[in-house]
């Protein structure tokens, strides 16, 4: 089935953006929004606000405003699961030696340096790509007369 899912590369991984994005478009997911962006402390803690009272959070924060990250929206056949299984499992040591084509083995450090994040639900990919691309406006002013 046609579905979207959010995906953001993370502070650790942009000097690998080429090299992911080869990654995504050799998978066949089309990226039918993208943006870079460096977040504040509050709009890190708003976008994890589900991992709150965790003792990584703190640390968390701290690493997702460390530099910009990418956030795109990728449409494609299951896209929720399949770029969940792009991504490898959460720790990239885990994931070099589980699925060692991974996202997360081939570009990510440990369990919270690891590259790029993925919705894990259609209900969380529809509000992680509402959270960053809220639908903009055209406005009359900036259209040619
Ligand atoms: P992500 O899939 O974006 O969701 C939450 C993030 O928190 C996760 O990737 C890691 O970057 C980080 N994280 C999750 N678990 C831990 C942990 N045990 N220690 C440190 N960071 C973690």
Known sequence: RRQRTFA???PDAVGKLGEILDVIEGREFEITQMKMVRLTQSQ???FYREHEG?????????????GPVVAMELTGQDAVSRWRATLGPTDSSVARTDTPNSIRALFGTDKQANAAHGS???LSATR??????????????LLPQ
């Open 8 to 10: 953001m590369i993370k």
């Open 44 to 46: 890190a803690a708003a």
């Open 54 to 66: 965790r003792k990584f959070f703190e640390a968390l924060l701290e690493y997702m405003t460390s």
């Open 120 to 122: 894990d639900s259609e």
């Open 128 to 141: 992680e790509i509402e959270f960053f691309f809220p639908s903009s406006k055209v406005v009359d002013e």
